[in-house]
T-cell receptor
Framework: EAGVAQSPRYKIIEKRQSVAFWCNPI?????LYWYQQILGQGPKLLIQ????????DSQLPKDRFSAERLKGVDSTLKIQPAKLEDSAVYLC???????????FGSGTRLTVV | DQQVKQNSPSLSVQEGRISILNCDYT??????FLWYKKYPAEGPTFLIS?????DKNEDGRFTVFLNKSAKHLSLHIVPSQPGDSAVYFC???????????FGTGTSLTVIP
C-alpha cells in the first residue's frame, strides 16, 4: 500500500508569513493526525481527525494554526502568522479505526527565520 | 507535562551485542505502548507494540518488556546491527481515541 504523502518536504519562511502543509493519508485510514516535532523533542499531537471531524485539537494554537480535512481524505495544516518557535518538523500520520499504531509521512521541515 | 520519558538521549553499542532502550511513563491509564524507529529526514516507522495485558512481546530481534507496577518498558535488540542505528521513540496511549504520547527519543549508534 502507498504510504502517507506529505508536501512540501522543506519550507523556509520569514516570521509573520503564512505557510500551508498538505497530507494525503493511506487509503482507508479514517483517522488522521498532525504532530509537531521540535528538534530534540518527541512528536506532540496538534490535531486528530476522525473522517472529516475533529476528535482532539486541544494542543493546537488556534490563534495561528488551523487545519481542515475536507471530504475525510486529504488534510491541510496552516500557520498564519508564523513565529520563530514554529520551526519544527510537521508530521502527518494516519491509522485504521481502533487501537493501532500510526503510519507516519516523511514530514515537512519548517524553518522560520 | 511529559507523560512519557526516555531519560537516555543516546546509547552506543557494539555490533552483535544487546541494545536496551528504556522508557518510563507517569499516566497509569496508559494501556497500549509502541516503539518507533526514525532515520534522519524520514518519518518514524512502527517497530513493535505491547498491550498492558502482556508483559513481553517478541518480533525477531526485537523484544519489548512491560513492567506495569514500575510504569516502565524497555526495548531489547539482539543482536544489534549497524542498520539499527537510529532514533527510537516510545509512545503510550490510554483507551481514548488512539492518541499516543511520545517520549523524547534515544539515539542508538551501533558500532561495527
Amino acid at each position: 500500500e502507498a504510504g502517507v504523502a506529505q508536501s512540501p518536504r522543506y519550507k523556509i519562511i520569514e516570521k509573520r508569513q503564512s505557510v500551508a502543509f498538505w497530507c494525503n493519508p493511506i487509503s482507508g485510514h479514517a483517522t488522521l493526525y498532525w504532530y509537531q516535532q521540535i528538534l530534540g523533542q518527541g512528536p506532540k499531537l496538534l490535531i486528530q481527525f476522525q473522517n472529516n471531524g475533529v476528535v482532539d485539537d486541544s494542543q493546537l494554537p488556534k490563534d495561528r494554526f488551523s487545519a481542515e480535512r475536507l471530504k475525510g481524505v486529504d488534510s491541510t495544516l496552516k500557520i498564519q502568522p508564523a513565529k520563530l518557535e514554529d520551526s519544527a518538523v510537521y508530521l502527518c500520520a494516519s491509522s485504521r479505526p481502533g487501537r493501532s499504531g500510526y503510519t507516519f509521512g516523511s514530514g515537512t521541515r519548517l524553518t522560520v527565520v | 507535562d511529559q507523560q512519557v520519558k526516555q531519560n537516555s538521549p543516546s546509547l552506543s553499542v557494539q555490533e552483535g551485542r544487546i541494545s536496551i532502550l528504556n522508557c518510563d511513563y507517569t499516566n497509569s491509564m496508559f494501556d497500549y505502548f509502541l516503539w518507533y524507529k526514525k532515520y534522519p529526514a524520514e518519518g518514524p516507522t512502527f517497530l513493535i507494540s505491547i498491550s498492558s495485558i502482556k508483559d513481553k512481546n517478541e518480533d525477531g530481534r526485537f523484544t519489548v518488556f512491560l513492567n506495569k507496577s514500575a510504569k516502565h518498558l524497555s526495548l531489547h535488540i539482539v543482536p544489534s546491527q549497524p542498520g539499527d542505528s537510529a532514533v527510537y521513540f516510545c509512545a503510550a496511549s490510554a483507551d481514548t481515541g488512539n492518541q499516543f504520547y511520545f517520549g523524547t527519543g534515544t539515539s542508538l549508534t551501533v558500532i561495527p
